[in-house]
């Protein structure tokens, strides 16, 4: 399925391929909430990287987030690249060097009618403030960190794929 996007302004515009393009899974962390997830969450599409095509490049940030181990207080970055408007903020896609043949745009910046998914998973809960309400239907499923199952698998899993399958996918 070809998605566009775009953030806000205007100043970014881009448009990929993915198989997998219900929104369906949730995101709780603190990094997508502050980021990407005014409401609590942040949803992240797959695609396929090779695809990706940007217009407005030079208005593209890219920010790569510290992260505090509970356990250890040691401070690392994040594999992951979020990549943003620096003109309007708008979250665009995020992009990590594990999985480079994936890329993964927020469902908040396409501009292409996105399915409906039949089911959520809800991830990363144990970054969940009280206040964000974990909203269900029957046949989701919760998950404190990141689930086994990779966007891909759940679509496969619920033969959902768009077009042709793609072997590998990533946990995010
Ligand atoms: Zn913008």
Not at 69 to 94: M, N
Not at 102 to 122: C, F, G, R, Y
Request: proline share 6%; with cysteine; charged share 25%.
């Amino acid at each position: 399925m070809k998605l566009e996007g775009s953030c806000h302004c205007g100043a970014v515009r881009f448009r990929l391929e993915s198989a997998h393009p219900y929104p369906y899974m949730r995101c709780y962390c603190s990094i997508c909430r502050k980021t990407a997830g005014g409401g609590g969450y942040a949803i992240n599409l797959s695609g396929d990287y090779r695809t990706l095509r940007v217009a407005g490049k030079k208005n593209v940030a890219v920010y790569r987030a510290l992260m505090t181990s509970g356990e250890t207080g040691r401070r690392t970055r994040s594999s992951g690249r979020r990549h943003f408007c620096k003109r309007c903020g708008s979250a665009l896609w995020l992009w990590d060097p594990n999985w480079p043949e994936l890329v993964h745009p927020h469902a908040s910046a396409i501009d292409t009618e996105l399915p409906v998914p039949p089911q959520h998973t809800h991830i990363m809960l144990g970054s969940k403030p009280k206040w964000v309400e974990v909203q269900t239907i029957p046949g989701d499923t919760k998950f404190a960190e990141y689930p086994e199952e990779s966007i891909a698998q759940w679509h496969q899993r619920l033969g959902l794929e768009v077009g042709e399958g793609r072997k590998r996918g990533s946990k995010r």
